[in-house]
């Protein structure tokens, strides 16, 4: 079944339904239960102006000459704008003739009108004259969910499912809940459909998909614990369920324990699971900063399913992210050739593929590739990515060392809102940073915040600009200023914290403020990396050892790399420390941290 029930065309405009009555159209996806009768006596009243006299004969033939002008004055009252006067007319002949068509068409002229009562009134005749009707009793059902009628909403939802044939049964448990997102309260929405699928939850091959559609209520709900027992339930019934792993999933974005259980239990025991929910899996381990773990997935499916484009995206990003540029742009590259050779035309293609062509062309540009940079950001179509591709010459010119005008390019860039001219600004201050051009980018950001002073983003880059040029107490200043407007910026209780012990000094104090920021993203490893560095300068090192390597797997970088040298380094694992620098160099040389500890400790790689 489409979008919508199948219109009887009375009138060529009628059929488009207004946007509220689609409202009630709900049950998108369930198995049609009959096919339309084509070309029936009524159809001729599609254009009465234009409809020649043997259509009409044909009409009246069938329908009798009284009912026929019946109909066609309701169709007439219909397009003049008098909907009730309309309803009326055709769900009288609906009533004299039985016809299934002509109860629809009442039901979608008070649809069309918003008059709920009234198509609520007709689908339930139409219901009447046709108990086994599978449409009749959707009309029914989706009408009572949008009125907010849940309680009356148990009895067609059963007949929906007592009426399916077997094999429809799982696309129908599929289809309701979102049938019912429509649902104003949806505590009463979970609890109702709970107590109508009693059978169906019972039933060994039903169990697993009408679970999850519980699961998938209680969700919508906001009962977190409860939709994870509905999943566990659904796995319980079958382990290869997709359903329960895909709840499981939104879980995980919930942060509900146990759910991450689940979705492995899927991916470890079905015998072919699914690559997109391997992908969705992917994504929340990223979500979650585990980055390792995501990147293993991720590979996974390039092995399972080497022509899955969206996996190669996902995963050539993430390698650029980690500074692994053979293996990036390997991999955009496939996903290009893959999404390319799909041909499907589409506003997410053009956005997925401009995203594909920057990744390329910052992997050529940190190749110092600068004419290999460009010709993947002329390959750019989508206007909504014009403005990333600039910003990306912008970079290219000033990697050149053609910084001015790299900026020259970003103010050049048209800004019709504050917030395109404040991402502007946000650019340059990039571009001044990236080019050590400190003073500038403190300017520039204290420029911004004399007329957004409570901007807690400007502010945080302002105090990471005033670190690099020493003005140590403007910077704890702004930052202490981002933890009293925006409490939960963990970035500014780390940076804090980070800078206190790179400092050595007031070193609980820093501890402390790294543990805040742990609290608010547990899985970070770079605040991980933080704590591991206070550690040490507390003299725990034994501590911070264990610390930072953990960081280091769950984020080969060249900072952790370089921390986390130092601290096997001073516990007399010389060789251990240069094997953890020399792959920490592989990711980045170009890493301040990491040159700098070198040649602190006088250690030539």
Partial sequence: ??????????????????????????????????????????????????????????????LGSQLFYQLLIGEITAQGGEAAAAFALILDAARKTGDADLYKRATEVALRARAGDNALQ?????????????????????????????SEAREPLQTELRLAPAPERSAVLAAVPPAFARASDKKLAAKMVEEALRSTLADPVTAAEAWGAVARLRLAADEIPAALEAAQRAQSADVQSETAALVALELMDAKSSG??????????????PASEIRL???????????????????????????????????????QLQDNQLVQAQTSLERYVALTVQQDTPGAERNRSLSQAYLALAQVAEKRKDF????????????????IQAQTRRASILAAQGKLEMGRELIRSLPAKTTAEARQK??????LL????????????????????????????????????????????????????????????????????????????????????????????????????????????????????????????????????GEVLWSLGQRERAVAIWKEGKLLNPENETLLETLKRLRVSL
Wanted: net charge negative.
């Fill in 371 to 386: 004419p290999a940079a460009e010709g993947w950001l002329d390959k750019i179509e989508n206007s909504e990515e014009l």
């Fill in 425 to 430: 600004l946000i650019v340059e201050v990039s």
């Fill in 280 to 318: 969705g899996f992917a994504r929340a381990l990223l979500e979650a900063q585990r980055y390792s773990e995501a990147t293993a997935q991720l590979q996974i499916i390039g092995r399972e399913r080497p022509d899955f484009a969206e996996a190669w995206l996902v995963l050539g990003s993430l």
């Fill in 122 to 150: 007709s689908a339930l005749a139409w219901k009447q004259a046709a108990p086994e009707s599978r449409e009749a009793n959707r009309y029914v059902l989706q009408i009572l969910i949008v009125l907010g009628r849940l």
């Fill in 433 to 564: 940073r990236d080019a050590k051009q400190y003073k500038p980018a403190h300017d520039l950001l204290s420029s911004a915040l004399q007329a957004a002073p409570d901007d807690t983003d400007l502010l945080y880059d302002r105090a990471i600009v005033s670190e690099k040029l020493g003005l140590l107490d403007e910077m704890e200043r702004d930052l202490r200023q981002v933890m009293r407007l925006k409490p939960d910026y963990h970035h500014a209780y780390n940076a804090l914290g980070y800078s206190l012990a790179e400092r050595d000094v007031r070193l609980p104090e820093a501890k402390q403020l790294i543990e805040k920021a742990l609290s608010f993203a547990p899985t970070d490893p770079y605040i991980r990396d933080s704590l591991g560095w206070v550690e040490f300068r507390l003299g725990n090192k034994a501590e911070a050892a264990a610390i930072f390597d953990a960081a280091f797997k769950a984020r080969p970088d060249a900072e952790i790399a370089a921390h986390y």
């Fill in 1 to 62: 079944m489409t979008a919508r029930p199948a219109s009887f065309n009375y009138h060529p405009s009628m059929t488009k339904l207004s946007g509220w009555t689609l409202g009630f159209l709900l049950l998108a996806g369930l198995p049609a239960c009959a096919q339309t009768r084509a070309q029936k006596a009524g159809d001729s009243l599609a254009s009465p102006a234009g409809t020649d006299s043997s259509q009409a004969a044909v009409a009246s033939s069938a």
């Fill in 259 to 272: 759910a991450e259980t689940l979705v492995r239990h899927y991916l470890d025991k079905s015998a072919k």
